[in-house]
C-alpha cells in the first residue's frame, strides 16, 4: 500500500499507513509509524519510536528521533510524536522526550518547521505554529497554538510561549511569553501585542481592545503582578481571550515573566 523507492531503507517492523510515499536514500527505524499520506521526500531519516500523523511531508535531511542531545538520556524508550498535516522542512531535528521529561515530544497539526529548525526533547508544540529557518526550541519548551518564533532565534528550556505569541527574528527568549504577545531584542523583552498576527487569525476588533487594555493594566498598572492579575480577573474576566491569559498567567512556571522593558533600562 506504500510506495517505497528502492534505495529508501526501511526496517520489515515499521509500520506504513496507506498512501505512504518515502522517497530515494530515506532511512526508518523499525519502531516508527508513518500515517495515511505521510511523504517523506528523500535523504530523510526516521528513527526511534516515532510517529508521523497522516498527511505530514517531510523534506531531505531532516531528522525526526534519533536520541535527545541530553546528557543525563539513558536509553529510556521515549517517544516522538508528530500530528498531521505538518511541514517539516529541510535539516529540521526533533529529539523524542526524556524521563525526566513526561517521555513524549509532541508536535500538534498543521505546523510549519522551516529549513534548520530545532525541536528539543520533551517539547510540548501545539497547533499552527510556525518556527522560521534555524529558529531552536531548547528542552521542556511549550509552544502553544499559533505562535509563531521568528528565525534564527532560540528558547530557553523550561519556557511557555503562549498562544498567538509572536517571537522577533534572532531573539533570545529566556523568560515566558504571555499569550497574544510580541516580543524581540537579543535578550528578548516584550514590545506589546501581536496586533497584526491576531488580526490575520481573525480576532475580533472588541477582542484585540481588550486586550490592549488588559496589557495596560498588567504591566502600566502599580502594585504586584499578583495583584494586577487578580484586578484583571475581577474586572474583565468574562473575556474569552482575557480569562485564557489569566489562565496562563496563573499556571506554575519555573521561568520568571518576558515583561516590558521600563524606562531605566531594566
Do not use: W
Not at 19 to 26: E, F, L, M, N, S
Not at 91 to 106: S, Y
Not at 241 to 263: G, H, M, N, Q, T
Amino acid at each position: 500500500m506504500a510506495d517505497v523507492h528502492p534505495t529508501a531503507v526501511v526496517a520489515p517492523k515499521a509500520r506504513l499507513g496507506t498512501g505512504v510515499r518515502i522517497g530515494p536514500y530515506c532511512v526508518v527505524g523499525a519502531h516508527v509509524s508513518l500515517d495515511e499520506g505521510v511523504v517523506l521526500h528523500s535523504h530523510v531519516v526516521v528513527e526511534g519510536r516515532t510517529r508521523i500523523g497522516p498527511r505530514t511531508r517531510v523534506f531531505p535531511f531532516a531528522s525526526l528521533g534519533h536520541q535527545p542531545q541530553d546528557l543525563k538520556y539513558r536509553g529510556e524508550p521515549s517517544e516522538l510524536i508528530i500530528g498531521a498535516d505538518n511541514m517539516i522542512r529541510e535539516h529540521v531535528t526533533m529529539n523524542p522526550g526524556t524521563e525526566g521529561g513526561g517521555m513524549v515530544t509532541r508536535v500538534g497539526d498543521g505546523c510549519l518547521f522551516m529549513v534548520g529548525a530545532h525541536v528539543a526533547h520533551d517539547c510540548r508544540i501545539g497547533n499552527g505554529v510556525i518556527l522560521a529557518n534555524n529558529a531552536t526550541l531548547g528542552g521542556h519548551v511549550v509552544v502553544e497554538d499559533y505562535a509563531i518564533i521568528g528565525g534564527l532565534s532560540a528558547v530557553h528550556q523550561f519556557v511557555r510561549i503562549g498562544r498567538h505569541a509572536m517571537i522577533g527574528g534572532m531573539s533570545g527568549v529566556e523568560h515566558d511569553v504571555i499569550p497574544y504577545g510580541l516580543v524581540m531584542g537579543e535578550r528578548a523583552r516584550l514590545c506589546g501585542l501581536n496586533i497584526v498576527g491576531l488580526k490575520r487569525r481573525g480576532i475580533a476588533r472588541d477582542d484585540i481592545r481588550a486586550l490592549g487594555k488588559a496589557y495596560e493594566k498588567l504591566f502600566d498598572e502599580e502594585g504586584t503582578l499578583a495583584e494586577r492579575i487578580k484586578q484583571l480577573a475581577d474586572e474583565m474576566g468574562e473575556v474569552r481571550p482575557i480569562a485564557y491569559l489569566i489562565d496562563f498567567l496563573r499556571r506554575p512556571s519555573s521561568r520568571p515573566l518576558c515583561r516590558p522593558k521600563v524606562e531605566n533600562g531594566r
